[in-house]
């Protein structure tokens, strides 16, 4: 079995600054694909920004310049750094990486629970 498991998430005044983790654990061959999600209520799920297994990334023009992501993939972790964050930035966080599994099967996406991310005006 994979999991991810994301962390970092909380409560945040605007302006300022938050660190999201995604970790992969299990029977893990190898990961390519990984990228952050967010939801915010009543609205479109929103691709933020991805980072492919050579260090290509893209980042939505919705948060470009404010946020970063980066990758260890010798950790099997993926983050999200948010700087001068806004109000609009609140949402569920989602991580999701394309992962092959020891047990074969292909290159499957797999997803974290969810973290929740609240700015303040």
């Known amino acids: 079995q994979v999991q991810l498991v994301e962390s970092g998430g909380g409560l945040v005044q605007a302006g300022g600054s938050l660190r999201l983790s995604c970790a992969a654990s299990?029977?893990?061959?190898?990961?390519?694909?990984m990228g952050w999600y967010r939801q915010a209520p009543g609205k479109a799920h929103e691709l933020v920004a991805t980072?492919?297994?050579?260090?290509?990334?893209y980042v939505a023009d919705s948060v470009k310049d404010r946020f970063t992501i980066s990758a260890d993939n010798a950790k099997n972790t993926v983050q999200l750094q948010l700087t001068s964050v806004k109000p609009e930035d609140t949402a569920v966080y989602l991580c999701?990486?394309?992962?092959?599994?020891?047990?074969?099967?292909?290159?499957?996406?797999?997803w974290g629970q969810g973290t929740q991310v609240t700015v303040s005006s």
């Open positions: 999701n990486m394309h992962i092959m599994s020891v047990n074969g099967g292909g290159t499957l996406p797999y």
């Open positions: 299990g029977r893990i061959f190898s990961i390519g694909f």
């Open positions: 980072i492919s297994s050579g260090g290509t990334t």
